[in-house]
Structure formats: structure tokens, C-alpha cells
Nanobody, 115 residues
Framework: QVQLVESGGGLVQTGGSLKLSCAASGIIFRLNVKGWYRQAPGKQREWVGLLGIDGSTNYSDSVKGRFTISRDNAKNTMYLQMNGLKPEDTAVYYC?????????WGQGTQVTVSS
């Protein structure tokens, strides 16, 4: 059974930083494409960034240069380092892993950026 658990969200001021974690069980993270998404109130869920099997990363234009995705294979965990946070980054952040045609999602963690 695949399970993803996000943590690390919270309240931060504009310009601050947070580091989110996504711990996986039931799946070997490094063997699958995975990513981060977010959903702000009243808006559709949007893609934030992807981490490929080869360790390559790709980011949406809205976070490029501010957010960084990394992983710790030993801990089977993916991270999202968020710097230079803006009020428009306020959202619930989700991690997702894709395996054998199925998307697995975590429960999300709230990030709130105050102005």
C-alpha cells in the first residue's frame, strides 16, 4: 500500500522560507517520477515542480529560482525547499508519485504566507 505523508507547512512572513517533506512508504521513491503540486482557496490544483528518476528537476515559472526539489533515497523522502515566499504561494501543498499508471497523492500540508 502506497502512502505519502507531507509535513513542514506553516505560517511564514513574506520573504521567508519553509522546507516541506514528503515521506513515502510502500513504494521506492527513487524509481518513480514524483512532484509537488499546490491548491490555493478557490483555485484549481497546479503543478509546482517535478523530480525525475535521474534526479533532474523542472519547475513552474511561478516558482523557478525560488523553490528547489530534492530527495533523500535512504529516507525515501522528497523535499521542497521554498525561499523568497510570497503571499500568492499560500496554498495546500501536495506531493505525488506516479507508478504503473496510477497517481498517488499525499494528504497535503498548509502553507500560509502573510504580507
Amino acid at each position: 500500500q502506497v502512502q505519502l505523508v507531507e509535513s513542514g507547512g506553516g505560517l511564514v512572513q513574506t520573504g521567508g522560507s519553509l522546507k516541506l517533506s514528503c515521506a513515502a512508504s510502500g513504494i521506492i521513491f527513487r524509481l518513480n517520477v514524483k512532484g509537488w503540486y499546490r491548491q490555493a482557496p478557490g483555485k484549481q490544483r497546479e503543478w509546482v515542480g517535478l523530480l525525475g528518476i535521474d534526479g533532474s528537476t523542472n519547475y513552474s515559472d511561478s516558482v523557478k529560482g525560488r523553490f528547489t526539489i530534492s530527495r533523500d533515497n535512504a529516507k525515501n523522502t522528497m523535499y521542497l525547499q521554498m525561499n523568497g515566499l510570497k503571499p500568492e504561494d499560500t496554498a495546500v501543498y501536495y506531493c505525488k508519485v506516479y507508478q504503473n499508471g496510477i497517481d498517488y497523492w499525499g494528504q497535503g500540508t498548509q502553507v500560509t504566507v502573510s504580507s
